[in-house]
């Protein structure tokens, strides 16, 4: 009995040094995704133009100002903090009674702000991008939905936690 009770402790011993070895192996081989797109999106279709005038709906404003899946997936952070910036329905997060209200609508229909809230650097990046703005840049209208936006983010992070 005292030998089978050895062995057992031995062979939990050495199951939880290999599940140890495991989850070390796991966390030291992830690596960053390599983002092969630096440049912000170029929306095809924007305010002030004829085609966007030729628009007749929210909806199909929505669906001409999705980012590409290929372009999403491979864009850099940074680049895609500019192109949510950029967004030419932005400006529907004001339309709320509070930011956040906007920030959360804008999220259900636009995959910009859905793919930023994926990376682990957005709060990082649109936080140095505010900081290192001008005094000019922090009052406009950019300057603002930056502030939304980390706002967003910050608020899922702590909503996440909340929930842990």
Known sequence: MKKNIKKLIAL???LSVLSSLVVFAENNNTIEKQYTITIPYQYPVVPGTKKWSEL???DEMIKVCQIPNDVL???ST????ETVIDYPLAINMFAFDTPQEGYNSIKMYFNGVQELETR???IN???K???TSTEKNKNSIEGLIEKVILAGLVNKV???SKNL
């Open 12 to 14: 939990v011993l050495v």
């Open 56 to 58: 007749e709906s929210l």
């Open 73 to 75: 997936t491979n864009i």
């Open 78 to 81: 940074e680049a895609l903090i």
């Open 120 to 122: 682990s650097d957005a």
């Open 125 to 127: 990046e649109i936080n």
């Open 129 to 131: 991008r505010i900081l």
């Open 158 to 160: 702590v909503s996440e």
